[in-house]
Structure formats: structure tokens, C-alpha cells
């Protein structure tokens, strides 16, 4: 959903009988277990696991790296054969499909499953995590909130050449809550779409939700909750969120049946902010431990705040949804 969002952090059953191209950030299986990866001399990525009970291979290609932005335009996406080959050459290739890639020695991951790298230098990857969490802290109540999903993921270079979440807290109406923000990149460039549904839905290849979760919140109890998912802006790649009070009853949000009264602030000791990689490149991720709160007599909190409003004009420079 989208939602009014000082420490800098790099982030870090169904067979298909014929050729398809999967959209940007790919995910290759639900629930998967039993995790292998092989990339073959062709460049080609072999996924193969156990999903429900039934050994699966997935044949990935003919994509690396992300574009950028761009109206219209195409994302970097893979071409995928759900048959472990039989698609592209009737063959059942998984069966005396070798294994070309050498071990993994590329930047660390979030949530990371295993990885190789390449013939020709290039990496691959697989990421697994619980990206449809229910916001404002609840616990899932279905089996699709709590779905784990299995990313892949293929690109060159090192860390450099990843997307890249810069984050930053301060607070907001005049101290009384906290507040996270910054901008998210690509290669340098704002990662944004162009367009979404009214509450926040991507619905173009480009546009990219943040995951943002929130480590024992006193309104929500112990361990990581999810706290609230949003979009980058358009143009500025910027992201701005309160920990306010939130009704879930409205807004979009999903909610347990009964659900009555106000959830949050759902601020916590730590917070975590996920994003799925531009075109096919890795899912990545910031983290930062939370900010305390403010004290108007203190001078250091209001010199923060202030250097925290200029910072902001800085990095989204125009952007009405984020403002002091």
C-alpha cells in the first residue's frame, strides 16, 4: 500500500507447453523446497526443487541486468521454460543438464538460497522470502500471506552494479512520531514506475514496492512484523513513511474478519526495508536501527531534524508526497 513515509545504509503445477517470457523480478516457485541451482556452458540457469510434494525444473534465459525507466518501454525479463526443456527442444534437458558455474563469490543477499557465478563472469542467484506479509503487523491468517517465494535472479558486476536503498529517520508533526525516508537506485538512475492502482499497485514492469518491516514493536509483539509496503516515486525513486495510527479497515489495507480500533504506531528497535531487484536483478535490502524519540529540548535531536528536512529537499527534489 502507499503510505506518508540519520543513518545511510547501502543495501544492501501448471506445465507450459510452449516458451514463455516471465515479467521483471521472476519468481521461479512458492513454497519450494529442496533448492538447487545449475547454469549450463549456454548460459542457461536449471532451478530445480520440490514444490507440494512434486520435483519441478525450470530452464531460465536470455536476460541480465535491468533498464532503466523509460514510458512504454520493455523491462529485462527471462525467457522461461516451465519443463525443464521440453519447451525449447523437446527434450527433458534437466536430466543431463551440466553444471558450468563456479562458487558463489559475489555481494551478499538478503535472504539468500544459493548462487554461482557463471562461465563468462556474470552471477546467479536465488532468493527466498515472505514477501506478501499483511501490513500493520498482523500475523497471517492465509496460506497466500505467509506463501514463501523463490526469486531468481541474474546480473554483472559487483555490489556496484546492484539496486541500491539509501535510508534516512527523522520525525514528523512536530516530534510526535517517527519517520522513515530516502530514495532507491539503480546503476545511479531513480528505480520508479509510471504507473499503480490507487493504493499502490505497480502496474507497469518499472514500479516497485518497498517492504518495510518492523523488529518488536511494542504495539505489534516480538520478532519482524510487517509494518507497511509502498511505492518508489515517480521520478524521484524517493519514499517517505510515518508510524502513525492506522484504521485496516480502510485504505486497501487486508485485515482479519472482526478486525475493530486502531493498529500501530508499529515503531520498533529495528526496521528492515526490502526491495525486489530492477528487470532481473537481485532483491535488496536496507537496515537500520530505529531512532529514538524526539526531544525538543535536546539540541541534537532538533539539529537532526533540520539536517534531515534539508537532506530530504535534496534527494527528492520536487517531490510533493514527501515534504518536511
Not at 486497501?252 to 478486525?259: L, S
Request: hydrophobic share 35%.
Amino acid at each position: 500500500m502507499t503510505r506518508r513515509l540519520c543513518l545511510l545504509v547501502s543495501c544492501t503445477a501448471l506445465v507450459l507447453l510452449a516458451p514463455q517470457v516471465a515479467s521483471a523480478s521472476f519468481i521461479v516457485a512458492r513454497n519450494a523446497q529442496n533448492i538447487q541451482l545449475a547454469v549450463g556452458s549456454q548460459g542457461w540457469a536449471m532451478v530445480s526443487f520440490t514444490e507440494n510434494g512434486t520435483a519441478k525444473h525450470v530452464l531460465a534465459r536470455g536476460a541480465v541486468d535491468a533498464s532503466v525507466p523509460k514510458p512504454g518501454a520493455k523491462q529485462t525479463a527471462f525467457q522461461i521454460d516451465w519443463a525443464g526443456g521440453w519447451s525449447w527442444q523437446h527434450k527433458q534437458l534437466w536430466k543431463t543438464f551440466g553444471n558450468a558455474c563456479q562458487p558463489y563469490d559475489g555481494p551478499g543477499l538478503p535472504f539468500f538460497v544459493t548462487g554461482c557465478k557463471a562461465p563468462d563472469g556474470s552471477y546467479w542467484a536465488l532468493q527466498q522470502w515472505q514477501r506478501a506479509l499483511p501490513d500493520l503487523g498482523f500475523d497471517p491468517w492465509t496460506p497466500q500471506q505467509s506463501v514463501m517465494e523463490l526469486h531468481l535472479s541474474h546480473w554483472t558486476g559487483n555490489s556496484d552494479s546492484l539496486a541500491r536503498i539509501e535510508a534516512y529517520q527523522d520525525w514528523s508533526y512536530g516530534g510526535k512520531w517517527n519517520e522513515i525516508f530516502g530514495k532507491v537506485t539503480y546503476k545511479g538512475a531513480p528505480v520508479h514506475g509510471f504507473r499503480s492502482t490507487g493504493v499502490g499497485g505497480p502496474l507497469d514492469p518499472f514500479g516497485r514496492n518497498l517492504y518495510l518491516d518492523t523488529m518488536n514493536a511494542s504495539a505489534y509483539g516480538q520478532g519482524w512484523k510487517r509494518e507497511n509496503s509502498f511505492l518508489a516515486h515517480n521520478p524521484t525513486g524517493a519514499f517517505c513513511y510515518g508510524f502513525f495510527k492506522f484504521d485496516p479497515t480502510k485504505g486497501g489495507y487486508q485485515h482479519p474478519a472482526g478486525q475493530t480500533g486502531l493498529r500501530g504506531p508499529g515503531t520498533g528497535e529495528q526496521y528492515r526495508i526490502t526491495m525486489i531487484g530492477p528487470g532481473v536483478t537481485p532483491d535488496v535490502q536496507a537496515t537500520v536501527q530505529a531512532l529514538h524519540p524526539f526531544n525538543a529540548k535536546d539540541p541534537n535531536d532538533v539539529k537532526l531534524e533540520q539536517q534531515a528536512n534539508q537532506l530530504r529537499s535534496e534527494i527528492a527534489p520536487g517531490d510533493r508526497s514527501c515534504h518536511a
